[in-house]
């Protein structure tokens, strides 16, 4: 296999600027983190220290194996809803007893916890990807339930949280809830639900209803202990399984009813030998993509800096060269990899995308999609040489895959571009963005220009005059929304990729996400129809070979 050269010149001037803004772009984003990490702020941590209680990453740090690493995602929930950075709760893939585990865990400082839209929809992706990948997953319980001022946009989806608890249990994913607090209403059916369930005496309160409502609803007086006190649910109700003295002792329940799981992960052989680090320095990757996502890079660049040994077998590097395919090894993980390199996708670059991805599938590997590409091309010449059939075959080729996808978005995703490069709609395994990435229908210029030509049009059509004043100030207000909203930041808040990471960091993140992918049932050699189907129901309960390697980041 060739051992990718590169030829980025990290002493020029552009390197340096280009490296000067990705590191101001990182710092925006390490102060979003920061006020994720804050959780409720300094008074609502205060409090619950106060009571004597950990934080929710201090219980995440404890509950996972020291040292190490945890695979945060959807950090940023909530960016830019008015609704606190973060979602008001931390979810990750973290070790725990040498086993990967989806944890989910409420963060008591941010409104009692509660779930707003935002942090029902980073449980439920969490949910998700522990069905997806196989992850026994831990919750750990501390919430005041629904957010009630915004219920109605929890209330009926929310339900899908319990559905899949259950689901998880019956297809063989354990489900462990340790409950550090409230678990209230709605939240009582997540121990409900679990299959194992810790309580800490004379903390955990786990009840349909508190006594303020049940006195509302049946005139009974009652108080927390009696209605839903840890010592009446571990003698009494049954509701738990386990009765801890404390927050450290159920931490360490939990971390032995894990050990107790013997889970076994079961993937392909790994490439034989440890695996190397790529020749050339991920550290680079900082001053590769350029602020201005017109001016095209090459995604070789890339490659040859997350690769094992930045060893690269390129698939028809003659045709449709707008768009780089070919194989390689990541951290010992046999992959296919698909990446942009001049932005468009032509009909050339499309029949090669569908053609590699059947390749992949008859071989069984995962495929990494590295998207930076403004689209499929326009034009009357290319419409008429068959522009969207082409477009179409790659797109039912990644829509009709049967290998995980990983997604990173490195620049541009623009336009149907973002389907074909398997974009959130197609449901990669995981998708991650750098601080360079923007997604929208169209660029913002493109798209206030169409706004304003349809706007002359309709104008000549009904015989008024157009006026270009109007049209001037309608057309920078759009491109202004449209700049917004095509922010990382923005996007990642909606929960449209897991997460915005540094790009120095992209190895090693992969490298987690396919040893997560690898703790499902995997393909064998040659086996692509063996992959597992995303959905809990068919799957059956993984056996066979020893677990993965974990990467620190
Ligand atoms: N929805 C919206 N806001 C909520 C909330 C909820 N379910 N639960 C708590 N909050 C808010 C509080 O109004 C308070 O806001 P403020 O500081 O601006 O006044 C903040 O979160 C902290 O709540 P507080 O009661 O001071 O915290 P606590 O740690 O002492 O108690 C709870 C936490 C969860 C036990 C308590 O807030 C509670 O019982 N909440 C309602 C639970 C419930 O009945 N939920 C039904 C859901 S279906």
């Given at each position: 296999m060739t051992v990718l050269a590169s030829s980025l010149d990290v002493g020029s001037a552009g390197y340096a600027g280009r490296r000067d803004w990705m590191l101001a772009r990182l710092a925006e984003l390490d102060a979003e983190h920061a006020k994720a990490i804050g959780g409720g702020g300094p008074k609502y941590v205060q409090?619950?220290?106060?009571r004597g209680k950990l934080t929710v990453r201090e219980r995440v740090e404890l509950l996972i194996d020291p040292d190490s690493p945890f695979l945060e995602l959807s950090a940023l929930a909530g960016y830019g809803t008015g609704?606190?950075?973060?979602?008001?709760?931390?979810?990750?893939?973290?070790?725990?007893?040498?086993?990967?585990?989806?944890?989910?865990?409420?963060?008591?400082t941010v409104r009692g916890g509660s779930t707003n839209p935002w942090s029902l929809r980073k449980s439920m992706r969490a949910m998700r990807i522990a069905i997806e990948n196989r992850l026994p997953f831990?919750?750990?319980?501390?919430?005041?339930?629904?957010?009630?001022?915004?219920?109605?946009?929890?209330?009926?989806?929310?339900?899908?949280?319990?559905?899949?608890?259950?689901?998880?249990?019956?297809?063989g994913i354990p489900t462990i809830a340790l409950v550090f607090g409230n678990s209230t209403a709605g939240g009582a059916?997540?121990?409900?639900?679990?299959?194992?369930?810790?309580?800490?005496?004379?903390?955990?309160?786990?009840?349909?209803?508190?006594?303020p409502l049940v006195k509302m609803a049946t005139g009974e007086e009652s108080d927390d202990e009696s209605l839903g006190g840890a010592a009446m649910h571990a003698r009494q109700s049954g509701l738990a399984d386990f009765l801890a003295a404390d927050e450290l002792d159920a931490l360490r329940i939990g971390r032995s009813i894990v050990a107790r799981l013997n889970w076994r992960a079961n993937g392909p052989a790994r490439a034989p030998g440890r695996a190397e680090p790529p020749v050339h320095d991920p550290g680079e990757l900082l001053g590769l993509v350029p602020e201005d996502l017109k001016v095209p890079f090459d995604p070789r660049e890339v490659i040859a800096r997350l690769v094992d040994g930045s060893r690269f077998d390129e698939f028809k590097p003659l045709y449709g060269t707008s768009l780089v395919t070919g194989w390689a090894a990541l951290h010992g993980h046999p992959i296919g990899i698909l990446a942009n390199a001049r932005g468009i996708l032509f009909s050339a670059e499309s029949q090669k995308a569908a053609q590699f991805i059947q390749l992949v599938n008859q071989v069984g590997v995962p495929l990494l999609f590295l998207q930076n590409t403004t689209g499929y091309m326009v034009g009357a010449s290319y419409e008429q040489a068959g522009i969207i059939?082409?477009?179409?075959?790659?797109?039912?080729?990644v829509s009709n895959s049967r290998v995980p996808h990983l997604t990173i978005i490195m620049g541009a995703s623009y336009g149907?571009?973002?389907?074909?490069?398997?974009?959130?709609?197609?449901?990669?395994?995981?998708?991650?963005?750098?601080?360079?990435?923007?997604?929208?229908?169209?660029?913002?210029?493109?798209l206030a220009g169409v706004l304003s030509i349809v706007?002359?049009?309709?104008?000549?059509?009904?015989?008024?005059?157009?006026?270009?004043?109007?049209?001037?100030?309608?057309?920078?207000?759009?491109?202004?929304?449209?700049?917004?909203?095509?922010?990382?930041?923005?996007?990642?808040?909606m929960l449209y990729d897991d997460g915005v990471?540094?790009?120095?960091?992209?190895?090693s993140v992969l490298g987690m996400c396919l040893s997560a992918i690898f703790s499902a049932p995997g393909a064998g050699p040659g086996g692509a129809r063996d992959w597992p189907d995303p959905g809990p129901a068919g799957a059956a309960r993984a056996g066979g070979t020893a677990r993965y390697g974990i990467f620190r980041m």
């Open positions: 409090r619950h220290r106060d609704f606190a950075v973060g979602g008001s709760g931390v979810t990750g893939i973290g070790v725990i007893e040498g086993t990967e585990c989806l944890i989910s865990a409420s963060d008591p831990v919750n750990l319980v501390e919430s005041g339930g629904a957010d009630l001022p915004t219920q109605k946009e929890i209330f009926i989806p929310g339900g899908q949280v319990f559905r899949d608890l259950t689901q998880m249990s019956a297809a059916y997540v121990p409900g639900m679990s299959d194992y369930v810790v309580m800490i005496e004379g903390r955990s309160k786990v009840f349909l209803a508190g006594p059939k082409h477009g179409a075959m790659m797109i039912n080729a149907a571009g973002n389907y074909g490069m398997c974009g959130r709609a197609y449901s990669p395994r995981f998708l991650f963005s750098w601080p360079s990435a923007k997604s929208a229908v169209m660029g913002p210029a493109q706007g002359r049009q309709a104008a000549a059509a009904r015989g008024e005059p157009f006026d270009e004043e109007a049209d001037a100030a309608m057309r920078s207000m759009v491109e202004q929304q449209i700049e917004a909203e095509s922010h990382p930041f923005v996007l990642s808040g990471i540094d790009p120095r960091d992209t190895r």
